[in-house]
C-alpha cells in the first residue's frame, strides 16, 4: 500500500502538470501577425519580417503570453487576411474612419513624426508652420496617409512609387522638400550615405495601431491593449527604440 | 612698501572691476534695451498687420502682449505641439496665430490640424500610453462626459489658481467666455477652455421663399405660408414641395432637403448632435435635459443609468424612432440622390452648389465658406441669398428643452503633459483667445467665443453679410443650443455605436426600430462595461430593467407616443428668428 500511494504521490504532480498545461494550451491564443514593408519600421530580412514595430509587436505578444506568426505581405493582401481571417491582426495601420468597424483594435503601438526635408547642400526659406510649404513642390508615395493628408490641404504632391525614391528625387531637385516620417527619411537617406540636417519643420503626427479581425475574441484584444498600455508607461518600447537604433547606427529623434 | 605696492594695485584691481562693470552694465542695458526694441518693432507689426481690429484699446493690446512675453521667459526656445480639428479658425490659428505667438513670446508652436476624429484617437493614445504626444488638444466639448469621469484632464479653475497662477493672462476675463457651462462638470470645475463655437442652425434659400409665384404654389397645395418652418410638419412639407412640386427652378433641377447617409463615423454625428434633441427626445433641462439627455442616457444623481427605455432611457422611445423614422424618409425622398452615399465632408459643399432650398440643421462653421463670393447663393453685392433661423421642432419637444446642438472647441489638458511643457501650451491657448487677438479670429473663422466679440461694432458692420449668424449670437439662443453633456460617460466609445447601427437602417438591412432598439443595448452594454473600467461617485451603474411601459407613463422622458403629424405652422424670418 505505501509504495503504491507513494507511486500516486509521485504521479501526481505530472498529472495536474499535464492538465494544467493542456488547459493553458487551450488558453493560449495563437495570433497571426501579418505586415508589409515599411522601412525601417518593417523589413524583410531572409524571409522574416525585422524592424523596430516588429520588435515592439513581438514584445507585445510574448508579454501577452499569446503564441505568434509573423509574415510580409503587400499592404492590401495583408489588410484583407485581417480583414477575413479570425485571430489575424495586421500592423502597423492608421486607425481612419473609414476603418474603424472593420477592425478590432490595439493601440498605440507606433507614434510617429513627419516632416519636411531639404536638399542637405541647400539652403530654404524660412519654414515656420505648415502654410509656409506652399510654394514647394512636396515628395511623398503612392498609399500615404500623410502625402494624402497634403494633397487635400491643396498642397502640391509629387508620389513616387516608394518612399525610397524621394531620396534620389530630392537630391536631383525634381521636388523641393521630402515630405516623411523622420526616422524613415533618416534611415533611407542613411542607406544612401546622404546626411539629412534635422527637419525645420515637424508638422505632424501619426498615431498606428494594430487592427485584428472584427470578430476576434474581445478578450484578447483587451489583454493586448493592456499590455500594451503597460509597456509604454514602463519604459519598454524606450528600450527597444534605443536598441534598434544602436543596431543601426541611427540617431533617432526622441 | 609691498602693502602700499598690494594695496595699490588692490586699488587698482579694485577701479578696473568697477569699470568693467559698468561697461557689462551699459553693454546689458543697451543690449536689453535693443532687445525691448526689436520686440516692440515685432509687436507693433503684429498689432498693424493682423489685429488692429480689437475689443481693446491698441494700449492694452500692447500691455497684454508684453504679458505674455514676460510669462513666457521660462520657456522660451520650446517647442510646444498642439492638436486640433481641421476648420477655418484652426488653420487661421496655426498658420498665422502660432507665427504671432513665437514672434511676440519666444515659443514655437506646432498647431496641427486633423480631422476631429483623429484629435480624440491622438487624445485617447496619449491616455492609454501616457505618452507626451501633445501638450494640448483642441477638443469638442462634447467629451466633458468622459473627462470629468475619467481624472486624465486638468482641471483648469484649479491650475489657474495654483500651478499655474504665474502662467495666467490677468486680462483672460473668463465672464467675457459664452461657452463655459458647457466646459464645466457637475462637480463644478472647468476642465475645457472654449477656443471656437458655432451652431447648427436652419438653413434656407430666402430668395426661393420670396419669389411670388413659389409662395402662391405652396399657398395653394398646402394651405399656409412658404416661411421659415417651425415644426417637422412644415418642414416635410417644404421639402416635398421643392423636390417633388418645383423639380426645377431657373432650369436647374433643386431639392427640398440635405443630409447624409454613408456608414461612416460623421453619420454618427449627424445623429447625435441633433435629431434626437430637435425631436425633443430628452428631458427639459439646460445645457442638457436631466434625468434624460438628448443621447437618451439616463443620469440617477451624475451616475449614467441606462440608455434602453426599460432602464428609464430613451434611445429606442416612440421619440428617438421618430426622430430617426424621419432623418432616413426624407433623406430617401426628398435628398438628392447622391446624398445617401456621402459623409460629412461630401455633403458640406453642396449647398455652396445652389440647388438645395433648405436643411434642418446645417453647421454655422461653414459661414465662411457659403458666403464667398460668385456662388449661386450670392447676391452680387456681397449679400448672401440664403439665412439660418431655429430649427423646427420636432412633435416631443417641449418649453424648457435645448433647442439645437453648438460645437464648442474646447482646450484641454491632460496630466500627463510634463508641467513645464503644459504652461507653454496654455500660454499659447490663452494667446489664441485672448482679445488682442479674438475678434479678429472671429472675423476670419466666424466661430465666436467671446460676448465682447460677438457685440463689437465690427460685428455689427458684418452682420448683414453673414445671414444671421451674427443675430443667433446675440441671443438667448447661444445659450439653448448645446453640446453633447455630461450625462454621456465616454463618448469616444459610446459614439461609435450611433453610426454602426443608424447606417444599417439607412441601408435598409434594418427597421429603424429595431436599429435603436439595437443601438440601445449597445449603450447599456458599454455602460455596463464602463461601470466596471471607472471609478467615482459619477461612474456609471445600470439600474434593473423594468417594462417599457413602468416608463412610458411616468412624467417626462422616455415619453410615450404623441401626434407625430400636427398641423404644419410657419412664421415669417423676422419672427422666427425673435424666437432666439
Known amino acids: 500500500m505505501p509504495g503504491k500511494r507513494a507511486f500516486l504521490r509521485q504521479l501526481l504532480p505530472w498529472v495536474i502538470g499535464a492538465a494544467v498545461s493542456a488547459s493553458h494550451a487551450e488558453e493560449r491564443p495563437h495570433i497571426n501577425l501579418v505586415s508589409f514593408v515599411d522601412s525601417p519600421y518593417v523589413l524583410p530580412v531572409e524571409h522574416r519580417p525585422e524592424g523596430l514595430v516588429v520588435d515592439y509587436v513581438e514584445a507585445l505578444l510574448k508579454r501577452a ?58 539652403d530654404i526659406g524660412e519654414l515656420r508652420v505648415l502654410a509656409d510649404v506652399q510654394d514647394y513642390r512636396l515628395g511623398s508615395y503612392l498609399g500615404s496617409g500623410i502625402g494624402e493628408y497634403l494633397s487635400a490641404l491643396g498642397f502640391d504632391v509629387d508620389y513616387a512609387a516608394t518612399n525610397e525614391a524621394n531620396i534620389q528625387k530630392l537630391l536631383a531637385d525634381r521636388v523641393g522638400l521630402w515630405a516623411s516620417d523622420e526616422v524613415s527619411a533618416l534611415y533611407i537617406a542613411s542607406r544612401y550615405g546622404v546626411e539629412l540636417r534635422p527637419s525645420p519643420l515637424i508638422f505632424f503626427t501619426t498615431v498606428r495601431a494594430m487592427g485584428c479581425y472584427a470578430e476576434m475574441n474581445p478578450k484578447y484584444v483587451q489583454t493586448l491593449n493592456k499590455v500594451l498600455s503597460d509597456m509604454h508607461r514602463d519604459g519598454s518600447f524606450d528600450i527597444l527604440k534605443a536598441a534598434f537604433a544602436e543596431r543601426l547606427k541611427l540617431s533617432f529623434p526622441r | 612698501m609691498g602693502d602700499l605696492h598690494h594695496r595699490g594695485l588692490g586699488q587698482i584691481a579694485i577701479k578696473t572691476s568697477h569699470c568693467i562693470l559698468l561697461i557689462l552694465s551699459l553693454a546689458l542695458t543697451f543690449t536689453v534695451s535693443a532687445q525691448q526694441e526689436v520686440w516692440q518693432q ?128 490677468p486680462t483672460l476675463d473668463l465672464d467675457d467666455f459664452i461657452g463655459l457651462a458647457f466646459t464645466t462638470g457637475p462637480d463644478g470645475h472647468l476642465y475645457q477652455l472654449p477656443d471656437q463655437q458655432f451652431a447648427n442652425l436652419y438653413w434656407y434659400r430666402a430668395d426661393w421663399f420670396a419669389r411670388p409665384e413659389l409662395r402662391a404654389q405652396f399657398k395653394e397645395l398646402y394651405g399656409y405660408a412658404l416661411d421659415v418652418p417651425q415644426n417637422w410638419s412644415a418642414y416635410e412639407d417644404i421639402a416635398e414641395f421643392f423636390t417633388v412640386h418645383v423639380k426645377e427652378i431657373d432650369g436647374e433641377k433643386v431639392w427640398g432637403h440635405m443630409d447624409y447617409g454613408k456608414a461612416d463615423p460623421s453619420l454618427g454625428w449627424r445623429i447625435s448632435d441633433a435629431w434626437l434633441s430637435l425631436a425633443g427626445a430628452g428631458d427639459k433641462g439646460l445645457p442638457n435635459g436631466l434625468p434624460v439627455d438628448e443621447w437618451g442616457i439616463r443620469v440617477k444623481d451624475c451616475r449614467p443609468v441606462g440608455a434602453s427605455v426599460g432602464r428609464g432611457g430613451a434611445l429606442d422611445s416612440p421619440a428617438a424612432i421618430y426622430a430617426v423614422t424621419k432623418y432616413v424618409e426624407w433623406l430617401n425622398k426628398f435628398a438628392p ?68 446642438y453648438q460645437d464648442a472647441g474646447s482646450w484641454t489638458f491632460l496630466k500627463s503633459t510634463p508641467k513645464d511643457r503644459m504652461k507653454a501650451a496654455w500660454l499659447y491657448a490663452q494667446f489664441v483667445v485672448s482679445k488682442t487677438v479674438s475678434l479678429r479670429k472671429t472675423l476670419v473663422g466666424l466661430t465666436p467665443v467671446r460676448l465682447s466679440d460677438i457685440e463689437s461694432r465690427a460685428m455689427s458692420d458684418r452682420a448683414a453679410k453673414l445671414g444671421g449668424l451674427v443675430e443667433f449670437y446675440r441671443s438667448r439662443g447661444r445659450d439653448l443650443w448645446t453640446p453633447t453633456g455630461t450625462n454621456v460617460p465616454d463618448y469616444t466609445r459610446l459614439s461609435n455605436h450611433w453610426w454602426q447601427w443608424v447606417g444599417r437602417a439607412t441601408s435598409g438591412e434594418l427597421t429603424v426600430s429595431e436599429a435603436m432598439r439595437g443601438i440601445a ?48 405652422v410657419t412664421l415669417p424670418y423676422q419672427e422666427a428668428i425673435r424666437a432666439w
Open chain 1, 65 to 122: 503570453g499569446f503564441d505568434f506568426s509573423m509574415q510580409i505581405l503587400p499592404p492590401k493582401r495583408a489588410l484583407l487576411h485581417a480583414l477575413k481571417q479570425d485571430n489575424t491582426c495586421v500592423f502597423p495601420i492608421e486607425r481612419s474612419q473609414e476603418r474603424e468597424v472593420e477592425f478590432q483594435w490595439v493601440s498605440p503601438v507606433l507614434i510617429s513624426r513627419h516632416g519636411f526635408f531639404p536638399h542637405p547642400e541647400k
Open chain 2, 42 to 169: 515685432r509687436a507693433e507689426f503684429w498689432l498693424d498687420r493682423e489685429f488692429s481690429e480689437s475689443t481693446l484699446s491698441r494700449e492694452a493690446q500692447l500691455s497684454e502682449l508684453r504679458w505674455f512675453a514676460r510669462a513666457a521667459k521660462p520657456f522660451q526656445s520650446m517647442t510646444v505641439r498642439v492638436v486640433s480639428e481641421r476648420i477655418d479658425t484652426h488653420w487661421y490659428e496655426a498658420s498665422v496665430l502660432a507665427k504671432a505667438f513665437e514672434d511676440i513670446t519666444g515659443i514655437r508652436v506646432i498647431h496641427e490640424v486633423t480631422g476631429e476624429d483623429d484629435v480624440i484617437k491622438k487624445l485617447q493614445a496619449q491616455v492609454v500610453s501616457g505618452v507626451n504626444i501633445y501638450d494640448a488638444f483642441i477638443n469638442d466639448s462634447d467629451l466633458i462626459g468622459y473627462h470629468f469621469r475619467s481624472g486624465e484632464a486638468v482641471k483648469l479653475d484649479i491650475f489657474m489658481q495654483d500651478a499655474g497662477k504665474d502662467v495666467t493672462l
Open chain 2, 337 to 404: 440622390p447622391e446624398a445617401r452615399d456621402m459623409n460629412f465632408t461630401e455633403a458640406g459643399n453642396w449647398l455652396q452648389r445652389g440647388n438645395i432650398a433648405q436643411q434642418i440643421w446645417w453647421y454655422s462653421a461653414f459661414t465662411a465658406a457659403l458666403t464667398e463670393p460668385d456662388t449661386p447663393i450670392m447676391n452680387a453685392d456681397g449679400t448672401p441669398r440664403w439665412r439660418m433661423a431655429p430649427s423646427p421642432k420636432g412633435a416631443y419637444w417641449e418649453e424648457g428643452m435645448k433647442l439645437g
Open chain 2, 521 to 568: 443595448e449597445s449603450f447599456d452594454a458599454t455602460l455596463a462595461e464602463l461601470a466596471s473600467s471607472m471609478t467615482g461617485p459619477c461612474s456609471p451603474k445600470l439600474a434593473k430593467l423594468k417594462p417599457r411601459t413602468h416608463w412610458l407613463i411616468q412624467p417626462g422622458s422616455p415619453k410615450a407616443p404623441v401626434d407625430e403629424d400636427p398641423a404644419g
